[in-house]
């Protein structure tokens, strides 16, 4: 049931675009070599004993009459030194066998009082190790204050935990199918299209907050409750600017949430989505708060127009395509949003999700409700936001705000005086840092209010107060 959407990439590495809304040594020889002139003569071995051993054959090899090399001993009668693989004795003529064991032994003894001393340098006795037994040891936390300190785990806020906070919200959250309509064009008819979205109970007796692209093409609305009643439903009335629909189906005493404040949302809070991911009813998800007044821009999956969201809540918390029109609660278990869009470029939870804020989606159905207009009011100005790097660069008086490209003709900023070029710094006393602000706090105020903007003309600080009108439908 969620849409595709174009909104900016959501950071990092995911320049994503919208998605749906929901190396032998040798050794010498042993004799040694010889240090220079000519090499020596082949070596004859000596001839086996005999009882009779005669003179040596004519031209046989003269063994020398005291030895020499035909013997292998030389002369003085000492042997000559060996060597092993270059590997000399020391001083005290200890060979590789002696030194291997010494080393071997220094190790042991190393390793040994490694295992003793180490334990006591933290605290530890080495008896109460070998014996598994580790002694108790406190560890003192550095406070501003004399307060004790609370761990919480991350699926724990406000006292609640994940699972209190469902078991509170589960009850208050149906299922919505929708079947379309079949399409006739003039060469073949297509059969009508079903779709799975979620939806809150707003009132006891039956409204129900969803999404508008959940509902929007919707010939039949089947809801489903948590207990697995189903009854049928019917679209009281929708707006598509805002994202937000009502349908009502036929019960009284239905559960329903308190709701909380989005206004006094912080970023780093944890939130709990609730909803109907890919027709998995009552499918709860956790996270946090990622960022807060996000702008949108979301499209039809018909291929509709597109429509830019703003003011939106961002979380981690999973939503998927059917999570649309479920609830997004604090730690508290109070509706603080209504899930909307995802960012994706797989289809699917990539940890960005959007909420309208509940402070926007019950003004909203109070006048679907009521059967009152649905106001959009407008300031009547195009705008771009003013950065550091602009104000630089243009030398502006501030290093943010929303700077005015256009200025509708005959709209209330212009019969206040607003000009382009102007740069607005502020609304009824809520600074403005960016373009999205001037469009959040002007949906703050009703058609027929007058806000106080601040501006820049020029280096010229000024004030002026302007009366907003209802948004032109030809007005995007």
């Known amino acids: 049931m969620d849409q595709n959407q174009g909104g900016p990439p959501a950071g990092g590495q995911q320049g994503q675009d919208g998605g749906p809304r929901p190396g032998d040594y040798s050794a010498p020889g ?15 071995p000596p001839a086996p004993p005999g009882p009779q051993a005669g003179p040596p054959a004519a031209g046989a090899a003269q063994a020398p009459p005291h030895g020499g090399q035909g013997t292998g001993i030389p002369p003085s009668g000492e042997l000559p030194p060996l ?7 020391d001083k005290k003529g200890r060979g590789i066998g002696s030194v291997i064991f010494a080393a071997i032994v220094a190790g042991l003894i190393g390793a040994l009082l490694v295992l003793l ?36 785990s991350p699926s724990e806020a406000g006292g609640m935990n994940v699972a209190a906070i469902a078991r509170k919200v589960v009850p208050s959250i149906v299922n919505i199918d929708i079947r379309t309509a079949p399409q006739q064009t003039p060469f073949f008819t297509t059969e009508g299209e079903e779709g799975t979205g979620s939806g809150v109970i707003y009132t006891p007796d039956g409204y129900i907050i969803t999404n508008n692209h959940v509902v929007e093409e919707a010939q039949d609305i089947t809801v489903t409750l948590a207990s697995g009643e189903e ?6 009335g929708a707006d598509p600017e805002n994202d937000i629909a009502v349908v009502k189906i036929e019960k009284t005493g239905l559960p329903v949430l308190d709701l909380g404040d989005s206004d006094d949302l912080v970023v780093g809070q944890l939130c ?12 709860v998800t956790s996270g946090i708060i990622s960022a807060l007044h996000r702008s949108v821009a979301a499209g039809s999956q018909q291929g509709g127009q597109t429509t830019v969201l703003t003011d939106l809540i961002q979380t981690d918390a999973a939503i998927n395509p059917g999570n649309s029109g479920g609830a997004l609660c604090d730690g508290n278990a109070k509706l603080i949003g209504i899930n909307a869009v995802i960012a994706t470029a797989s289809g699917g939870s990539e940890g960005i999700g959007f909420a309208i804020p509940i402070n926007t989606a019950r003004k909203v159905a109070d006048d679907i409700i009521s ?25 502006l008086p501030v290093e943010s705000g929303a700077y005015v490209t256009r200025v509708v003709p005959g709209g209330p900023a212009d019969k ?19 373009m999205d602000d001037v469009v959040s706090e002007v949906r703050k105020s009703s058609v027929g209010e007058k806000v106080s903007v601040t501006f820049y003309s020029g280096n010229d600080k000024k004030t002026a107060d302007v009366t907003l009108e209802e948004k032109p439908a030809n007005v995007q």
Do not use: C
């Open 272 to 283: 709990v989505a609730v909803g109907s991911p890919f027709g998995f009813e009552q499918t």
């Open 371 to 395: 059967g009152r207009p649905i106001s959009h009011p407008y300031i009547g100005v195009l705008g771009q936001t003013v950065t550091p790097s602009v104000a630089t660069r243009y030398s």
């Open 416 to 434: 206040a005086g607003i000009k382009t070029g102007d740069i607005i710094v502020s609304i009824d006393s809520q600074p403005v840092k960016s």
């Open 117 to 152: 001393l180490m334990p006591w340098a933290f605290g530890v006795n080495p008896y109460d190790i070998m014996r598994g037994k580790l002694r108790k040891v406190t560890v003192q936390t550095e406070k501003s204050d004399n307060e004790p300190v609370n761990v919480v």
């Open 231 to 236: 009854l049928k439903g019917k679209k009281v």
């Open 83 to 89: 060597r092993r693989a270059d590997l000399k004795p």
């Open 30 to 44: 042993l004799t040694p070599p010889p240090t220079g002139g000519e090499p020596p003569p082949a070596q004859t």
